[in-house]
């Protein structure tokens, strides 16, 4: 079984394609990397104002037993407001690392899809090198031929 081999201009053509789609699966994977490197920085930020959010609970809830020396009465509604704004504060955030979160896995299994991209770009490209490979040597070695032939048909000057 033997299959045509591509012209070594044709082949050269097919590296240069492929080299594109390489190039734009690098892209695509450079790009990944940064909505993940985003994503988890966001991740971050918003458990630092988790912790933040609950220091501050803390604090408040230190202060309260601690009944402002006698003026608790003058101060328990603000107080009650205030833990309550905090506590409504800290489950929005909580509900929003959960978003973060799973931006963060999506952001991920992107990037994880990018590289296997690549990884068959890289592939393809390489086969297609290959066969460029093929076409050149089997060019070379029919040129070859043809001049063994020519030389073979050529009479001989005998001195």
């Known amino acids: 079984m033997t299959s045509r081999l591509p012209k070594p201009a044709e082949a050269q053509q097919l590296v240069r394609l492929r080299t594109l789609r390489v190039q734009r699966a690098r892209?695509?994977?450079a790009a990944a990397a940064a909505t993940v490197v985003a994503a988890e920085r966001?991740?971050?930020e918003r458990r630092r104002q988790?912790?933040?959010v609950r220091r501050e609970q803390d604090a408040l809830a230190d202060a309260m037993a601690q009944g402002f020396e006698g003026g608790l009465a003058r101060w328990s509604r603000l107080l009650v407001a205030q833990r309550d704004k905090l506590a409504d504060r800290l489950e929005r955030d909580e509900?929003?690392?959960v978003g973060d979160e799973r931006r963060l896995e999506e952001a991920?299994?992107?990037a994880a899809q990018a590289r296997a991209e690549l990884t068959r770009a890289l592939a393809?490209?390489?086969a297609v090198r290959g066969l460029?490979?093929?076409a050149r040597r089997a060019v070379a070695l029919v040129r070859d031929q043809r001049a063994e032939r020519e030389q073979e048909d050529?009479?001989?000057v005998v001195r």
């Open 27 to 29: 892209d695509a994977c």
């Open 42 to 44: 966001a991740v971050a």
């Open 50 to 52: 988790i912790q933040r």
């Open 95 to 97: 509900y929003a690392l």
């Open 108 to 110: 991920q299994e992107t």
């Open 124 to 126: 393809r490209e390489d």
């Open 132 to 134: 460029l490979g093929q």
């Open 154 to 156: 050529q009479p001989r």
